[in-house]
């Protein structure tokens, strides 16, 4: 018996739904979406998951597309598209956090002390939904309007791939109704898509390797050069006996020093050689989980099934790897401590370029808390701590208390690695004190999906010419504005003072441009009908200019029908106007793509005042020659 079980025994009532945690929740979900009758069954589901997405949120689970994000995703939707169905059109499920922890937060403190975040996670998500719900309503009721009994298949589909719409989503709704999804037809058009995609991929998978021989012995952990036999060659995916000078393909050898891609850490390079036989390996990958694939091209000479080889692997992209790898655990650590326990790794890429590393966080990282990461990350390195890695099984890994990545299949004995103050599994190659890393510097952040974010660090000999092409644009702005470096804040400040006090005095000068023009072109109207039409171009002037002028003849002339126009490049500018009281014979936006459809163009506005663009400029003089006539038919 559960929680809810025992409380409904022990507070005499007859289901879940009414005893003490619900009923408050219910209370609260019917305040949000104005809903009085409290015994509403979408009140129910609301209140129920308010809790489980709550609980999920406060493990580190956020909304996504796969795994137990998807989950989440979809519980979270079901919930708003509940309150959609009591009339909520607007975001409200994340206002219910705070009544779900007046209830359960002093049980459960974890969850309360993360209340803001659950809510803002929450928030993002219901805006990110709202956007698309409309739309997938209207065309399932579209789809189901001419009293089908059957969602079809492709509706079913696209409200999926195109609106958001898990199928469980559309058979909520179908069922209400008293209808069904055809579910075999969803899925025979998600098959389709899946086909279309793999066809129309940019990359294509290599052919699969058929490897049945025994497993590979590798070595580079602590070697990077190893003397080895070749068990296998592939060309084009096909088993052969040798490749020769110019082939690509791959080898398998029976020991190796080479890392295959693994953990977000990218396959070495190198070469491997037997005599005058040159083979030059530009990834490694992983056949089986014990076979490593070195893919490459022959450079020269012949290499073949069961010759004697040295196996070695590039030094200095070794190196810059490992040094980016380790950084990554010293980086996972301090974000933890800077942004909160919930941080989790979603991924990671590392090569001897940068680290770039994916966990979940519903908010950008400031630039306070980016520092702060920075120094807790150079202070390991410069700590200069030994790295240990240790073998064991996996119950003894959790009792040392390494973090765990949640979803990740390990196997029974596992890695422990100790970097710095970190503890974590990995596979991995690293370096072998802290201090190897050398300079830790992030260079960039920012989001990648709903509640992910993305930081992208370098280290060594990068982090250095990092720094120095930083210090040589800094050099260059100071040489630019003929300022000391120290004085460039202020100096960049002053300028950019000076570039405002110009542009106002700019502004000021076409404005009296603008009047003295206005004055010269009053003579030039023409009386059409009662109405004084002006169609004329202004040499230099921007839309502000137009509008200005504009406002300025509609007083003079009175009684009148406007066109003016300036020309930048190809690029035309039109503004058309009608006074207040013309606009029952004419409307301006009628005026204004009358003239904008002659340059290439269109635009639109208030019946008084409307402006267009257009991209030909050589049609301008025969389209303003025109208003006078347009205007004469008109009237």
């Not at 169905?85 to 994340?94: E, I, S």
């Not at 079913?156 to 209808?179: I, N, Q």
């Not at 509609?554 to 039109?574: E, F, H, N, P, Y």
Request: hydrophobic share 40%.
């Amino acid at each position: 018996m559960g929680l809810e079980r025992l409380a409904a025994i022990l507070q005499h009532v007859h289901s879940n739904y009414e005893i003490d945690i619900f009923d408050a929740l219910i209370k609260a979900a019917g305040r949000e979406t104005g809903t009085a009758d409290l015994s509403n069954p979408s009140l129910k589901v609301i209140a129920d998951h308010i809790r489980a997405t709550s609980f999920l949120i406060s493990d580190g689970v956020i909304p996504s597309n796969e795994g137990r994000g998807y989950v989440q995703r979809r519980i979270v939707r079901r919930a708003i598209r509940h309150g959609y169905k009591l009339g909520q059109k607007t975001p409200f499920f994340h206002k219910l956090v705070p009544d779900l922890v007046a209830v359960m937060g002093e049980a459960y403190p974890n969850m309360a002390s993360q209340a803001q975040r659950i809510s803002e996670v929450l928030r993002m998500e219901e805006e990110r939904f709202y956007e698309t719900l409309a739309n997938g309503m209207d065309i399932l009721d579209a789809a189901l309007a001419d009293g089908a009994k059957v969602l079809p298949g492709d509706v079913a589909f696209k409200l999926h791939d195109t609106y958001g719409f898990p199928l469980d989503l559309s058979g909520d709704v179908c069922r209400e109704r008293g209808l069904s999804v055809d579910e075999a037809g969803f899925h025979a058009a998600m098959e389709a898509q899946k086909a279309k995609g793999r066809a129309a991929g940019k990359f294509k998978m290599d052919k699969a390797l058929d490897y049945t021989g025994a497993g590979n012995t590798f070595v580079g952990y602590d070697k990077l050069e190893a003397t080895a036999k070749v068990v296998a060659l592939y060309l084009d995916g096909t088993p052969v006996a040798e490749l020769k000078a110019g082939q690509q393909g791959v080898a398998v050898l029976d020991t190796t020093p080479f890392y295959a891609e693994s953990g977000g850490q990218v396959g070495d390079e190198g070469v491997i050689t037997s005599g005058s036989a040159t083979f030059a390996v530009g990834d490694t990958q992983k056949i089986k989980s014990d076979v490593f694939g070195h893919h490459g091209a022959m450079e020269q000479g012949t290499l073949a099934v069961g010759d004697t080889v040295t196996a070695s692997v590039d030094l200095a992209q070794r190196a810059a790897t490992m040094r980016n790898h380790s950084v990554t655990h010293l980086m996972h650590k301090a974000l933890r401590e800077v942004l909160g326990t919930h941080v989790q790794q979603k991924g990671s890429l590392v090569d001897a370029d940068k680290t770039r590393f994916d966990f979940t966080h519903n908010a950008p990282v400031t630039d306070a808390q980016i520092r702060e990461i920075e120094r807790l990350v150079n202070l390991e390195i410069v700590a200069n701590a030994a790295t240990q890695a240790r073998v064991m099984d996996i119950e003894s890994a959790q009792k040392t208390g390494a973090m765990m990545l949640f979803g990740e299949k390990y196997g029974e004995t596992v890695r422990v690695l100790d970097i710095g103050t970190s503890r974590e599994l990995c596979g991995g190659t690293h370096v072998q004190r802290t201090g190897d890393i050398g300079l830790f510097k992030v260079v960039g952040e920012g989001g990648v999906a709903a509640g992910i974010r993305r930081i992208e660090a370098v280290t060594g000999a990068n982090a250095l010419a990092y720094l120095q092409n930083l210090e040589d644009t800094v050099n260059q702005a100071a040489s630019t504005l003929k300022a000391p470096v120290a004085e460039l804040n202020g100096r960049i400040s002053q300028a950019l003072d000076n570039a405002r006090a110009l542009e106002k005095e700019v502004a000021a000068l076409k404005g009296k441009l603008a009047s003295s023009q206005g004055d010269e072109l009053v003579n030039q109207a023409v009386e059409v009908k009662g109405l004084k039409v002006l169609a004329a171009a202004l040499p230099g002037a921007d839309a502000k200019t137009l509008r200005d002028t504009m406002d300025k003849l509609k007083d003079k002339l009175k009684t009148a029908a406007i066109v003016l126009a300036a020309v930048d490049g190809d690029k035309v500018q039109i503004a058309a106007g009608v006074t207040a009281d013309s606009v029952g014979r004419l409307k301006a936006g009628e005026l204004v793509n009358f003239v904008a459809q002659q340059v290439g163009g269109k635009g639109g506005g208030k019946p008084d005042m409307a402006m267009a663009g257009g991209t030909d400029a050589s049609g301008l003089p025969k389209a303003l020659a025109s208003v006078q006539a347009w205007v004469a038919e008109r009237l």
